[in-house]
């Protein structure tokens, strides 16, 4: 489904990837876990093809975005770290803008405002919307074309843990229709933990381990932190708090 | 239908609209606030007008001055200060109010630095001295008109026949202000409106997330430049109506041309909008750069005063900028009954601009 080989991307002097590769399977949930600065985000939007890689190939169901960018742009959905759409749009005219770059009517619009439970927004101006609700608008944008591939950037970060919850629910229900193959970064052990099959850690631009939750532990590592703290010799949480600040 | 409702430049549109008219800044800066500033400056420079002098009298007491002031001054006192009205009425120029008043040498600089009076008088040996800045209108014409006062008090009083007034359409202040005001809202409203609107959208990260769906990049810009040029035209007309309203002023010359130079201005300022905004993504560099580009031509062009007051050696260039271009051209139309070929030159040389720098702008635009 996808493949990343052997990537490199570095700004001026810093190598933000430095030789990743790895290839995620149809229907697969995966979670590329790593502390900020890792080069998740350098990574993932060279994934979605808003930034070309140095050197090193990805392909996306065999195709490059090089050949094939019209094609791929439909079949992907995805939110980026930050995006904050604009102010004095409601709800409902931000998703009917999006639906529209993909042919798509009010039906969808208001099937993904279901999906994502903002039925209650849907006349708000995105300005009025709580950091959750924000995320929730910004999975809707990315359900829209009812994607085979989703890309979500920390989808998480800086939501209390009620609306982290929301939103993990959100994903679970996608994950047991099992049409949609996701990857996701974080730096939530949690999140990797529950939602997905397969964790990749990265730190400073190259994989540490990958693997199911089982592979990666074993008798010296109980849990994730554990392991991180023995692969890299620093805590994941630490870093995290820090952001959430 | 449907096709229409689900089309993405339609749709584009459609928010590019409601963001716009849900900012009340923009309908006031935009609508409200040309139309004030032209009723403003219309009633100011159109009411018969009334000049007032401040004289500051240094050592008159008991001279010439002095006695013509108990003659045809009133007494009256200003923040604790002797003063002597002398009011003197003419139909043609209007009347003129001059307060005299007392004061030492030391305090009569001092209000003279601060704005608050036009000239010092003083009496040395009954000659009577005039003491201002030369380089200063105000203070020259307070000179000549009270100097010629003072020779012979009583002659100004009625009307002179010499001065033929000319209140033709055209040649009043209004007249020229007007399609100024035009010009220069068509501009900031452009190059605000565009440029702004690009740069936020570029550092609130949402240009990336645009185009990391399948948008064409070319709707996401027609949308924007669509709906700011239909708001100038609402804007014109809205300031074209009132000025004719209240000021009866309106367009003699051809209507065809003036609406052909109105496209060529807003394709102009569309590019250099475009250009401004085609790299950064901080807003306030973005506004420094933006009022880089409109605060000098904002002074120079002859908005507000005429240009022609610069030095001889700046005109050409002042006239080759595209706001001079467009204000004299509207002008022209206005004023002189211009029609199409009186414009073809700035109208051509505006469309070529507005290409040139549309061109270069996407071929730098950084869209993420
Ligand atoms: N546009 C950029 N210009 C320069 N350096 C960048 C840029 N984007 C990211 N970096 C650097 O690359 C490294 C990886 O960043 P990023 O991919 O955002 O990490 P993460 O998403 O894991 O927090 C960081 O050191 C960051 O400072
Ligand atoms: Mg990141």
Redesign the interface.
């Given at each position: 489904m996808i493949e990343v080989k052997n990537v490199y991307k570095s700004f001026k002097d810093v190598h933000a990837v430095r030789g990743i590769s790895f290839s995620v399977r149809q229907g697969e949930f995966v979670a590329l876990l790593g502390p900020n600065g890792a080069g998740k985000t350098t990574l993932v939007e060279m994934m979605e093809g808003l930034r070309k890689p140095d050197s090193g190939d990805i392909f996306i169901q065999g195709k490059s975005w090089k050949k094939s960018e019209k094609e791929l742009r439909q079949i992907i959905g995805l939110s980026l770290q930050e995006t904050r759409f604009p102010e004095k749009l409601k709800v409902r005219e931000v998703l009917r803008l999006f639906a529209s770059f993909f042919k798509l009517g009010t039906e969808r619009v208001d099937e993904v405002i279901a999906l994502v439970g903002l039925e209650n927004k849907r006349q708000s101006l995105t300005k009025n919307l709580s950091g959750g609700q924000r995320q929730r608008l910004a999975l809707a944008t990315a359900l829209l074309n009812r994607p085979q591939i989703l890309f979500l950037d920390e989808p998480t970060t800086g939501l209390d843990p009620h609306s982290r919850f929301d939103l993990w629910n959100i994903l679970q229900e996608l994950k047991s229709k099992g049409d949609t193959t996701l990857l996701l970064t974080t730096h939530y052990m949690e999140e990797a933990q529950s939602l997905c099959d397969h964790i990749i850690i990265i730190d400073e631009g190259v994989i540490i381990k990958g693997g199911s939750l089982n592979e990666l532990l074993d008798d010296q590592s109980h849990n994730l932190d554990e392991l991180f703290i023995r692969l890299t010799g620093k805590t994941l949480t630490d870093n995290s708090n820090q952001v959430l600040k | 239908m449907?096709s229409l409702?689900?089309?993405?430049l339609?749709?584009?549109i459609?928010?590019r609209f409601?963001?716009t008219v849900?900012?009340p800044e923009v309908l006031f800066w935009g609508i409200i606030f040309p139309v004030l500033i032209s009723i403003g400056l219309g009633l100011a420079f159109t009411q018969n007008n009334e000049s007032k002098f401040n004289i500051l009298c240094v050592g008159t007491q008991g001279t010439e001055l002095d006695s013509l002031l108990t003659i045809y001054g009133e007494k009256s006192e200003k923040k604790g200060k002797e003063t002597f009205i002398w009011k003197v009425e003419d139909a043609t120029l209007g009347n003129t109010t001059y307060h005299f008043i007392h004061s030492d040498w030391d305090n009569a600089i001092i209000s003279l630095k601060r704005g608050e009076s036009d000239i010092i008088v003083t009496d040395s040996l009954s000659k009577i001295g005039y003491h201002f800045d030369p380089n200063n209108a105000q203070a020259q014409l307070a000179y000549m008109k009270l100097s010629a006062l003072v020779q012979s008090p009583t002659r100004i009083h009625s009307a002179q026949p010499q001065i033929s007034p000319l209140t033709l359409k055209g040649v009043r202040y209004i007249d020229f202000f007007i399609p100024g005001l035009i010009a220069f809202g068509l501009m900031s409203s452009l190059l605000w409106g565009i440029s702004y609107t690009i740069i936020e959208?570029r550092s609130?990260?949402?240009l990336?997330?645009l185009?990391?769906?399948?948008?064409r990049k070319s709707n996401y810009l027609i949308a924007i430049m669509f709906v700011r040029i239909v708001m100038n035209v609402a804007e014109a007309l809205i300031l074209l109506f009132f000025a004719w309203l209240l000021f009866d002023v309106y367009i003699q010359g051809s209507i065809g041309a003036f609406a052909l130079l109105f496209v060529a201005g807003n394709v102009a300022f569309t590019g250099v909008a475009v250009l401004l905004s085609c790299r950064t993504s901080k807003t306030e560099s973005g506004t420094g750069l933006i009022n880089l580009v409109q605060m000098p031509m904002m002074l120079l062009s002859g908005i507000f005063f005429s240009y022609h007051n610069f030095p001889e050696w700046s005109i050409g260039a002042i006239k080759l900028l595209p706001l001079t271009a467009l204000a004299d051209g509207f002008r022209a139309i206005f004023n002189e009954g211009a029609g199409w070929l009186q414009v073809a030159t700035p109208t051509a040389a505006l469309f070529v601009l507005g290409a040139v720098c549309f061109v270069a702008g996407m071929r730098w635009f950084k869209w993420?």
């Open positions: - | 449907k409702k689900n089309n993405q339609y749709r584009l459609l928010c409601a963001e849900r900012e959208c609130q990260r949402l990336r997330r185009i990391a769906s399948p948008m993420q």
